[in-house]
C-alpha cells in the first residue's frame, strides 16, 4: 500500500538506522540498499545534526514537522511520527510531503535566465527597426517570465499557514543580512522564539483554535517595526531577525523583552481567550560567531537554556553553552557506545530486615564511567538516555549483569531477591513483561526472587499497555513496588487497580519529621493501609541513627539508606553477605531455580 503512494515514506529504529522506505522514497534517494544503513552513509555532519535532533524528539514521543536539506540544494518538508516497533522499541515513521529546492538554486536559476534575458536583448536591438511590435512582445514575455519566476521563489519560501517566511525564506533573509553586515560595520541578531505549552492549547482546544493562536504571533511579530523578518521554522517555532546597530546587548535583550510583552498578550478567537507565552534564545552576529551555521546552532543552545529556566524565559547565548553543548554531545556519542559494547556496570544497595537487621535483598542500579569525563552522575546519563531512546536497551543491559553476578547469593539463599528499576517508557512499551521474562529464563532466575520498581506516574499518565505489562509480570511471580511512594502523588486507586506487592515510601518524609512531626501520622497510616492490601514497606533515605530507630519501631518491613549501606560494587557485597552468613541462624533455603 504504501509503495503505491507517490509521497516517499520511510521508518528508522531508536538508533537512526532505516528499517523500512517505499518506492517513492528510494526514487528520492537514488540508492535501493540503505536498509540497515543510518544518515551517515549519506549525508554530513551538519545535516545528521539536524535529522538525529528531531528524530529524537521523535523517538521521546512528540510528533515532529521540519524542513531537511536531503541533498545539494533540495530541502524536504517532513513530517515524523512516534511508533512502538514490534520489540518494544520506539521508532519513527516519516512522510515527505514536499521536496523544493533552495534559495541558491533559484538564484542559479535567476542567473540563467539573466544570461538568456541579455542574449534576447541583443535580438531584440537588431530587429528593432524592422519588428517594433515583435520587440514588444518579446519584452512581455520576459517580463511574464521574471515574474512567474519571482512568485515561485515567494510560495517556496513562505510558510503557508502564517504567511511568514519558512525554513527556506529564514535562510535566505540570514544570508542576506549577513552579506549586508559584511559589508559594513554593525551587528543584527537572531533570535528563536519557541511557544510555552503549544501542545496543551491544541489538546484543550483543538487545532484549529492552535493554528489561529499561530497566525495571531505571526501577526505581531510582524507588525514590530524594529524586526528585518519573521520566520516560522515549523511547529511552533519561530526566528526572528533584528538590526541592532549601536546597540548594546543589554539594549537588546530589553528590545526582545519589549516585543515577547507585545506579542504574548492574550489571544481571543472563536470567543475563547487563550493566554500564550513564549521562550526565547538570542545570539549576535558577527559578535559569537560568523559562521551562520553556528549561528542558528547558538540560538538553539539560548533557546534551550531559556525553556530550562521555565515559561517566559529570555535567554542570551554565552560561552559557556557552547562548553555545555560540546560536553553534551560527548556525553550522546559516548553513551551510544557504552550501551551499544555493555559498557554499564550496575552496583547494589542492600535492603535491611528492619527487625533482625539482615540484608534481605538489594536494589540493583546502573552506573556508567565515561573514558574521558570519568564518571557520570546517575541522573545525568539516565535522563539523556531516555531523550535518546536508549532507556531500555540501558535497563536490558543491567538486568543482564544483576542476573550474571547475583545469581550465587539467591542460589545459597543469601539474599531472598533483587529489584531493578523500571522507567515508565519500559513499563509502556509493548512486549516490556515478555522481554524481561525472556532475560530471567535465559538466567535460570525464578521470577519469585525479582521486584520491580515503578513510580506512580507510570501507570496514571499511560496507556492499557503499562497496566496488561504489570499483570503479566506479577502472574508470572514477579512482585511490583512503587517506588517514591508519598512524594507527590496520591492516587491511592492505584493500590486497588494494581497488583502492588511493595510500598518504597520516599526518603523526604523520613528525612524531614524533625521539622513537620505530622508526618508521623501519615506514616503510620501508611503501614496501616500496606498491611490491609497485603502488601509490605520498605523506608528510603535512613541516613541516621535516629531515623532508623524511628523506622523500627513505627512498624516498617525493611529499611534502606547509606547509614546502613551504600551502593557497593559486587566485591564488597559478597564480603558483608559472607560476614552476615557466618552466623547460623540467617541461613536461608534458596529462591532460586537451578538449571
Given at each position: 500500500m504504501l509503495d503505491a503512494l507517490p509521497l516517499p515514506v520511510f521508518a528508522k529504529a531508536a538508533d537512526h538506522t532505516w528499517i523500512y522506505g517505499n518506492q517513492a522514497f528510494v526514487t528520492l534517494i537514488g540508492i535501493d540498499d540503505f536498509i540497515g544503513r543510518d544518515d551517515t552513509s549519506l549525508f554530513d555532519e551538519e545535516q545528521i545534526d539536524v535529522f538525529w535532533r528531531e528524530d529524537d524528539l521523535v523517538f521521546s514521543g512528540q510528533t515532529s514537522t521540519s524542513f531537511e536539506e536531503i541533498g545539494e540544494g533540495t530541502f524536504a518538508l517532513t513530517r515524523k511520527f512516534p511508533i512502538t516497533l514490534e520489540d518494544g522499541k520506539p521508532g519513527l515513521i516519516g512522510v515527505i510531503i514536499e521536496a523544493v529546492a533552495s534559495p541558491e538554486d533559484l538564484r542559479k536559476a535567476r542567473l540563467e535566465?539573466?544570461?538568456?534575458?541579455?542574449?534576447?536583448?541583443?535580438?531584440?536591438?537588431?530587429?528593432?527597426?524592422?519588428?517594433?511590435?515583435?520587440?514588444?512582445?518579446?519584452?512581455?514575455?520576459?517580463?511574464?517570465?521574471?515574474?512567474?519566476?519571482?512568485?515561485?521563489q515567494s510560495l517556496a519560501q513562505t510558510d503557508p499557514l502564517t504567511?511568514?517566511?519558512?525554513?527556506?525564506?529564514?535562510?535566505?533573509?540570514?544570508?542576506?543580512?549577513?552579506?549586508?553586515?559584511?559589508?559594513?560595520?554593525?551587528?543584527?541578531?537572531?533570535?528563536?522564539?519557541?511557544?510555552?505549552?503549544?501542545k496543551h492549547i491544541n489538546d484543550t482546544f483543538g487545532h484549529r483554535m492552535g493554528d489561529r493562536v499561530l497566525c495571531q504571533v505571526a501577526d505581531r511579530l510582524?507588525?514590530?517595526?524594529?524586526?528585518?523578518?519573521?520566520?516560522r521554522l515549523g511547529g511552533d517555532e519561530f526566528a526572528v531577525l533584528l538590526e541592532c546597530a549601536g546597540q548594546s546587548t543589554e539594549q537588546v535583550e530589553e528590545q526582545l523583552q519589549r516585543m515577547a510583552d507585545h506579542v504574548f498578550r492574550p489571544i481571543s478567537e472563536f470567543k475563547r481567550d487563550v493566554d500564550a507565552s513564549g521562550s526565547l534564545g538570542l545570539?549576535?552576529?558577527?559578535?559569537?560567531?560568523?559562521?551562520?551555521?553556528?549561528l542558528k546552532h547558538y540560538a538553539d543552545l539560548a533557546l534551550?537554556?531559556?525553556?530550562?529556566?521555565?515559561?517566559?524565559?529570555?535567554?542570551?547565548?554565552?560561552?559557556?553553552?557552547?562548553?555545555?553543548?560540546?560536553?553534551?554531545r560527548q556525553l550522546e556519542a559516548g553513551l551510544r557506545t557504552a550501551i551499544e559494547h555493555g559498557k554499564i556496570s550496575a552496583v547494589y544497595q542492600p535492603i535491611f530486615d528492619a527487625r533482625e537487621g539482615r540484608i534481605r535483598g538489594v536494589e540493583v542500579l546502573a552506573r556508567w564511567t565515561h573514558p574521558e569525563l570519568g564518571p557520570i552522575l546517575p541522573d545525568e546519563f539516565i535522563l539523556l538516555a531516555g531523550r535518546l531512546g536508549l532507556l531500555v536497551h540501558l535497563d536490558q543491559i543491567v538486568l543482564r549483569r544483576a542476573c550474571t553476578e547475583l545469581a550465587e547469593f539467591l542460589d545459597n539463599g543469601s539474599i531472598d531477591y533483587f529489584s531493578v528499576n523500571a522507567s515508565p517508557s519500559d513499563v509502556a512499551s509493548l512486549g516490556y513483561a515478555r522481554n524481561l521474562l525472556d532475560i530471567l529464563e535465559e538466567y535460570k532466575i525464578d521470577p519469585s526472587a525479582v521486584l520491580i520498581e515503578i513510580i506512580e506516574t507510570a501507570v496514571m499518565d499511560k496507556s492499557q499497555t503499562a497496566r496488561s505489562n504489570l499483570e503479566e509480570l506479577s502472574a508470572a511471580g514477579i512482585k511490583i513496588a512503587l517506588d517514591d511512594f508519598g512524594s507527590g502523588y496520591a492516587n491511592y486507586r492505584t493500590l486497588l487497580d494494581l497488583p502492588v506487592n511493595v510500598l518504597k515510601v520516599d526518603r523526604s518524609l523520613i528525612n524531614t519529621i524533625n521539622e513537620r512531626p505530622h508526618l508521623i501520622d501519615f506514616l503510620v497510616s501508611i503501614i496501616h493501609m500496606a498491611k490491609a492490601l497485603g502488601a509490605s514497606t520498605v523506608c528510603e533515605g535512613i541516613a541516621t541513627e535516629e531515623e532508623k530507630i524511628l523506622a523500627g519501631t513505627l512498624g516498617f518491613d525493611a529499611l534502606q539508606g547509606f547509614l546502613l549501606s551504600r551502593p557497593v560494587s559486587l566485591a564488597p557485597l559478597r564480603k558483608a553477605i559472607q560476614l552476615q552468613n557466618e552466623d547460623p541462624i540467617l541461613n536461608r533455603e534458596p529462591v532460586r531455580k537451578t538449571g
Open positions: 535566465h539573466k544570461t538568456a534575458q541579455e542574449t534576447n536583448n541583443l535580438l531584440l536591438s537588431q530587429l528593432q527597426s524592422k519588428a517594433d511590435g515583435h520587440a514588444k512582445q518579446y519584452e512581455k514575455r520576459l517580463r511574464d517570465l521574471e515574474r512567474d519566476r519571482e512568485d515561485a504567511k511568514v517566511g519558512n525554513r527556506l525564506g529564514f535562510q535566505s533573509d540570514l544570508q542576506l543580512l549577513s552579506k549586508r553586515y559584511d559589508e559594513r560595520s554593525g551587528s543584527f541578531t537572531l533570535a528563536y522564539i519557541d511557544l510555552d505549552d503549544f510582524k507588525a514590530m517595526g524594529s524586526i528585518f523578518s519573521v520566520s545570539t549576535r552576529y558577527p559578535f559569537d560567531t560568523k559562521n551562520l551555521s553556528e534551550m537554556k531559556a525553556k530550562k529556566a521555565g515559561k517566559g524565559r529570555i535567554r542570551i547565548f554565552e560561552a559557556s553553552d557552547h562548553a555545555d553543548d560540546l560536553r553534551l
